[in-house]
């Protein structure tokens, strides 16, 4: 990503950064250790659905399949995608995080949070559910005051302001959240279905939807090498109506107004079908040969837009059909994790080599294993990637099917390729950078003598 103009200022910074690298990039360690971490979220939330598959074709709102969701939402696509703001927050607004140390205690802490409050509600254990809330808790607001001033700049364009809804998304998600859980804990309420389905949209898309939305925005042009005018008007639509129209339906759920309900759904809907759009002119004009990148991105898109059918078909059928419209609507959900999940995945090749491959640079190491100068393509293996593409995208269709038709053994076999994929994307990734380090050629004095980004 090219370097914001903005000078840096005072925060954060990665000191010990090859000479080429934004000025206001973070310790690697900050996103690497978000990254590392949604992988093993992944792997959890595999297990976690395997161990319910029979459960969810009951009833998808047992206790236990609920603790299955939150290992997916926490563990897995928000610990991935918070990881991407810690990187991207600060390399787009050209403003360091205030603090490296409080980067890696909002991991730590989403971490405790993203394993207790399932477990706790998976293992009927309250105790551990409220410590998992209130980690939670505290967390989105050390994100929040560690990305804060960062956010506050001017002029940066749609990418700043999806990730100030972005936000705004994780705060009001995780304090509806830390409400669920007190009602848990000493039933403070009657917690309605709609209630609940207001919480998967604010998280899903207010939140979790909108971060990457705004990513993409700076990555696809890069990743794809496409031109488009960073303030295009799809991806200004995209950054403002897919918040927006989540938190008016999440309203609309909430207090059971169809109107607001169905206003929200439309316009949430307007703000998927431009991003959908934002990613058709970036496909249209990239100068990059078909890759598995491109695959992964379309693939994820092509889940956004099913998720949204699927949504609509419950709508229209659950008064009528109850019980087949509440499972149409935890496809539905399943189908637009499955957006962020393959975008996740996809993502995650570009990115975690990228910072690899500058923290080798800052090692002084120069070359790959076939004594060319040092690649991206040289810290993971093309082939266990395609296996991982296979694999990501196997389970999102498994477990929207099996969500759908209330069939356990699909979704146990989502189970098991959502934890093929951790275990594969993680080995991947982090042995890759791992073997190189080992073996290549280190230079005298590599700081500082960095070389343009490699095109491979
Ligand atoms: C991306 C973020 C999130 C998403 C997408 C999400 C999604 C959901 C969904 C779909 C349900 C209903 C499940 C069902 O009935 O089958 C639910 C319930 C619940 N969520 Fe979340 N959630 C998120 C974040 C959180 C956070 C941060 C907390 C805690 C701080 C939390 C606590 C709870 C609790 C306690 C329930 C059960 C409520 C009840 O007793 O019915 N969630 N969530």
Redesign the pocket.
């Known amino acids: 990503m090219a370097p914001a103009a903005t000078a840096p200022g005072s925060g954060a910074t990665w000191a010990g950064r090859p000479r080429g690298v934004p000025a206001a990039v973070p310790a690697p360690g900050v996103p690497l250790s978000f990254l590392g971490a949604s992988a093993l979220g992944l792997v959890a939330t595999g297990v976690a659905w395997f161990v319910v598959a029979g459960q969810a074709a009951r009833d998808?709102?047992a206790d236990p399949?609920?603790a299955a969701?939150?290992f997916g939402?926490?563990a897995t696509?928000?610990m991935g995608l918070l990881g991407a703001l810690h990187q991207f927050v600060p390399v787009i607004t050209g403003r360091p995080l205030r603090s490296t140390v409080a980067g890696y205690a909002s991991c730590a802490l989403w971490i405790a949070?993203s394993w207790m409050?399932p477990l706790g509600?998976g293992l009927s254990t309250p105790v551990v559910?409220g410590l998992?809330?209130a980690a939670?808790?505290i967390a989105v607001l050390v994100v929040g005051w560690n990305l804060g001033p960062a956010l506050l700049v001017r002029g940066k364009g749609p990418a700043v302001t999806a990730m100030r809804w972005s936000l705004a998304g994780a705060l009001i998600?995780?304090y509806l959240?830390?409400a669920?859980?007190g009602?848990?804990q000493a039933s403070w309420f009657a917690?309605s279905?709609r209630a609940?389905?207001a919480?998967?949209v604010l998280?899903?898309f207010a939140?979790?939807g909108t971060a990457y939305v705004g990513v993409a925005s700076k990555l696809w042009p890069m990743f794809m090498l496409a031109h488009l005018e960073a303030r295009a008007r799809s991806v200004r639509i995209s950054v403002w109506l897919v918040p927006v129209g989540a938190v008016v339906l999440a309203a609309g759920l909430i207090s059971a107004s169809p109107v607001l309900a169905g206003g929200g759904a439309a316009v949430l809907a307007a703000g998927a079908i431009a991003h959908v759009v934002a990613l058709g002119a970036h496909v249209r004009r990239r100068r990059r040969a078909r890759d598995l990148h491109l695959v992964f991105v379309l693939t994820s898109a092509a889940s956004l837009v099913a998720g949204m059918v699927l949504a609509l078909a419950a709508a229209i059928i659950i008064a009528a059909h109850p019980r087949a419209g509440r499972d149409l609507v935890?496809a539905a959900?399943a189908l637009s994790g499955g957006w962020l999940l393959v975008a996740l995945v996809g993502h995650a090749h570009k990115v975690v080599p990228f910072i690899a491959w500058s923290v080798l640079r800052a090692r002084g190491v120069v070359t790959g294993p076939n004594g060319q100068a040092l690649g991206f393509a040289d810290l993971y293996s093309a082939r266990w990637a395609l296996v991982s593409y296979g694999s990501t995208t196997g389970a999102v269709a498994a477990l929207s099917l099996g969500l759908a038709t209330a069939v356990a053994p699909l979704t146990g076999l989502a189970g098991i390729l959502l934890a093929l994929t951790g275990v594969v994307v993680g080995a991947n990734l982090a042995l890759g950078p791992w073997r190189v380090a080992r073996r290549s050629r280190v230079a005298a004095a590599a700081p500082g003598s960095l070389d343009p980004a490699p095109t491979r």
């Open positions: 998808v709102t399949v609920v969701v939150h939402v926490l696509l928000a949070a409050l509600i559910t998992g809330g939670a808790g998600t995780t959240g830390v669920f859980v009602d848990r917690l279905a609940d389905l919480m998967g998280g899903l939140w979790l935890a959900l």
